[in-house]
């Protein structure tokens, strides 16, 4: 349980009692699961805002709740990376930058582009499979985040991502991926198979490749992962779901 609630402290506003780096470490098992909560606030958002708003408005309104859920910590990351990858000559010089507290142009163009993206696929998930897609996106990203985490090395001696380094993950790892796909078979059927793949994928080649730019990867590029993968899944998602592949299984339905 102190592991669950690590997962939530780390990953959501809400207020948990102060968590160990053994905690933390442990913590990496429940990333999905903390997803799945954030899904069904937002479902839960979705059919509330639904009887009342007008569908831009809805989509905007959950965008923004997923961003103060989540103390738009990822989004911030997304941005810091942006502007360290892009603007940076150097893997010393990019981890500088990253580390600077200012904002870039490139931060500012990748965080609209990306928010824009996010809206517009909101938007326009149709009935069929929407519930689905609200549910599982957000736990497929934090699946990448934590795959990213276990797979690639660490840039920095110290910072946020620092406390889940370390021996001992393997087994949380697995057991992330277990939740996140038992999830995604039993949520959206077939169609969940494939954003988990898309998902695992991403991860990799991100993953791989900021490894490459900055010799490790760093807090900021874990929230660059988780966005891009949750605007990834639900681009995707709007392809799948007139197809009718986003559905569960016959038992959930």
Not at 179 to 189: E, H, N
């Amino acid at each position: 349980m102190r592991s669950l609630f690590a997962a939530l402290g780390f990953l959501t506003i809400l207020p948990v009692p102060a968590s160990s780096r053994e905690d933390l470490r442990a913590s990496l098992a429940f990333f999905p699961v903390v997803g799945l909560l954030l899904g069904l606030v937002l479902w839960g958002l979705d059919i509330a805002f639904d009887n009342v708003l007008t569908p831009p408005l809805t989509s905007a309104l959950l965008l923004v709740s997923l961003l103060v859920m989540t103390r738009g910590l990822h989004l911030e990351g997304f941005m810091d990376t942006c502007d360290g990858v892009l603007g940076g000559g150097t893997r010393q010089r990019r981890l500088e930058i990253m580390k600077d507290s200012h904002v870039g142009v490139f931060a500012l163009m990748g965080g609209i582009s990306l928010v824009l993206l996010k809206w517009t696929a909101l938007l326009s998930l149709p009935s069929s499979g929407r519930s689905w897609s609200l549910i599982l996106f957000p736990a497929l990203s934090r699946w990448s985040m934590m795959l990213a985490l276990v797979a690639f090395p660490y840039a920095r001696s110290q910072g946020l991502g620092s406390a889940f380094q370390g021996d001992q993950r393997t087994l949380s790892a697995f057991a992330s991926g277990l939740i996140a796909i038992v999830a995604a078979l039993l949520l959206a059927g077939f169609g969940g198979l494939v954003l988990f793949g898309l998902a695992t994928l991403l991860a990799w080649l991100l993953g791989k490749g900021l490894a490459l730019l900055l010799g490790g990867l760093t807090g900021d590029t874990y929230g660059a992962i988780n966005e891009v993968t949750e605007t990834a899944i639900l681009i995707t998602a709007v392809g799948l779901s007139p197809l009718g592949l986003i559905e569960p299984l016959p038992q959930l339905v």
